[in-house]
């Protein structure tokens, strides 16, 4: 075998793995070398050889692994990591008030530090390389912040940020709550996730975020909540500012059967429809990433599809909140852009991408009673391509090729996963669990190395998250009793939203 040149400047190489190249086969991927400079990927050859007078680069043999592109979190919310493990069979609208509850107690920046720096190093464990965390900061601080952004930044993760917004109560936005719940309980119907008085966050991120000095492995975007949490005003600044800095938008759509049947009742000027709104509104297009995407109505997927948004899918979540499964193989078949997510870790616990893939691949074949594509390589291409797209990012991250970011995860395959290796792609997404998750790159930057993380002290972190757990589970066991008052109506209103259910399915599609 011939070897080519290495590229001038590559700083290390990476030599006989196997590697998830574009277009290649990744049923059964062929061998290549990996030749990186600095944060980039420069070049992939059979094999490489080094310059003639030049000593050759840091080299890793790679011999008997997989290389392949980090994945993508596309869904992802930092400010409940603490909360992971401790609830079970609650509906989404009640989640909200244990996940986000408006009476918390202000947190303490030692508390933002942890949780921050503890559900990164999960995703980096699962060989993610980049997060989109969708925060929510209530009451805002802007010392809370820079600790988020600084603890990435330690971490060396990727992270495509984004504060959490709206402009309309909770309370006006579920079904059934105002006429069910007695008035003088409204105050605890109330979310973080909802408009501050005398507070522009909107203009705050764009003075302190947008418009700052560049970051390497920071990138922004912007999160209005769920449309029906956003008026067209407010959506329209979305828009905007989308556009003027070319961000990526990230929002909630039919989570629920509760959301949709909300959009039935106040949106009929627009069928019934959350999208038909937004398309109207011209909030509609390449940048938009609508995360859950479970009620979608056939139409509403082809207007998704004409105007190139996208969806992140969460499935885990999902199933465990009782939501439903989103119409996968429509969304496919229509070639919707799809992203993965693993979301909150008090409703789907687990930051693994591998759980993620293999329910969706699990679940698109229950999606849709006909037979439709084999899924595993759709899911890969959504843990990686899809995610890097949706963030405005698919030239930067996502795919192994020239000019690339060096994100990277590198799989060992001497593991019974991969024994025998009939199908890369399949035991990727059906097998594999995130044991053979060896090495991590970010940037260039070995993050993960032989298992071991190489930025911090994991044993630290794990003391720091001990620290402030004793305050966060005094204050949860004080949202959790309050939440048991609320029990009686809140099972009311679910009864409600349930029995609702066959009128939603029985819509006529929208014309």
């Not at 020239?402 to 995860?409: F, I, Q």
């Not at 972190?461 to 029990?487: G, H, K, N, S």
Request: charged share 20%; with cysteine; glycine share 8%.
């Amino acid at each position: 075998m011939d070897a080519t040149q290495l590229p001038e400047g590559t700083t290390l190489l990476i030599t006989g793995a196997k590697v998830l190249l574009p277009g290649a086969d990744w049923h059964m991927p062929g061998t290549a070398d990996i030749a990186i400079g600095g944060d980039r990927i420069l070049g992939t050859a059979e094999r490489f050889e080094a310059r003639p007078g030049e000593a050759p680069p840091e080299t890793l043999d790679a011999r008997g692994h997989l290389v392949m592109p980090g994945f993508v979190n596309a869904h992802y919310h930092s400010h409940d990591v603490l909360a992971k493990g401790t609830l079970e069979e609650v509906p989404l609208e009640q989640w909200r008030l244990y996940a986000l509850p408006a009476q918390y107690p202000p947190r303490s920046v030692a508390e933002v530090r942890a949780r921050t720096m503890l559900g990164a190093l999960e995703c980096l464990r699962s060989g993610m390389t980049t997060v989109q965390d969708m925060l929510t900061l209530y009451p805002f601080d802007p010392a809370h912040l820079d600790t988020v952004i600084r603890t990435y930044e330690e971490l060396g993760i990727r992270v495509v940020f984004s504060l959490q917004y709206g402009d309309r109560k909770g309370l006006d936005t579920v079904p059934f709550w105002k006429e069910i719940f007695p008035a003088e309980l409204h105050p605890l119907l109330s979310s973080a996730a909802e408009p501050e008085k005398n507070f522009d966050l909107l203009s705050y991120f764009e003075a302190n975020c947008l418009k700052a000095q560049a970051r390497s492995t920071v990138h922004w975007a912007l999160g209005p909540s769920a449309p029906e949490r956003c008026t067209p005003g407010l959506m329209a600044r979305t828009t905007e500012l989308a556009k003027r800095y070319d961000l990526p938008v990230y929002s909630h759509i039919y989570e629920s059967k509760g959301m949709a049947l909300q959009a039935r009742h106040e949106l009929q000027q627009y069928g019934g429809s959350l999208i038909r709104r937004l398309h109207a509104e011209g909030a509609l297009g390449p940048h938009m990433n609508f995360a859950h995407s479970v009620w979608l109505a056939p139409d509403e997927i082809e207007i998704l599809a004409e105007t190139g948004a996208g969806t992140v899918l969460n499935p885990q979540g999902n199933l465990k909140m009782k939501c439903g499964i989103p119409p996968i193989r429509g969304l496919m078949n229509a070639g919707v852009r799809i992203g993965l997510g693993c979301d909150n870790c008090s409703c789907s616990d687990a930051q693994n991408m591998f759980v993620a893939m293999k329910l969706f691949s699990l679940l698109s074949t229950v999606s849709d009673v006909i037979k439709g594509p084999p899924p595993a390589i759709p899911a890969l291409r959504a843990a990686t391509e899809g995610g890097a797209d949706g963030a405005r990012l698919g030239h930067l991250i996502g795919r192994i090729a020239p000019g690339y970011k060096a994100d990277l995860t590198v799989i060992d395959l001497a593991d019974p996963s991969f024994v025998p290796l009939n199908s890369m792609a399949r035991q990727l997404v059906n097998v594999e669990a995130g044991r053979a998750v060896r090495h991590v790159m970010v940037d260039g930057k070995w993050v993960l190395k032989d298992r071991r993380v190489t930025t911090v002290d994991e044993r630290a972190i794990f003391e720091e998250v001990a620290d402030v757990m004793p305050t966060f589970r005094q204050d949860f066991a004080e949202i959790t009793a309050r939440v048991a008052r609320l029990q009686p109506w809140l099972d009311q209103a679910q009864m409600r939203m349930d029995a609702s259910d066959v009128a939603i399915q029985r819509l006529p599609q929208l014309s």
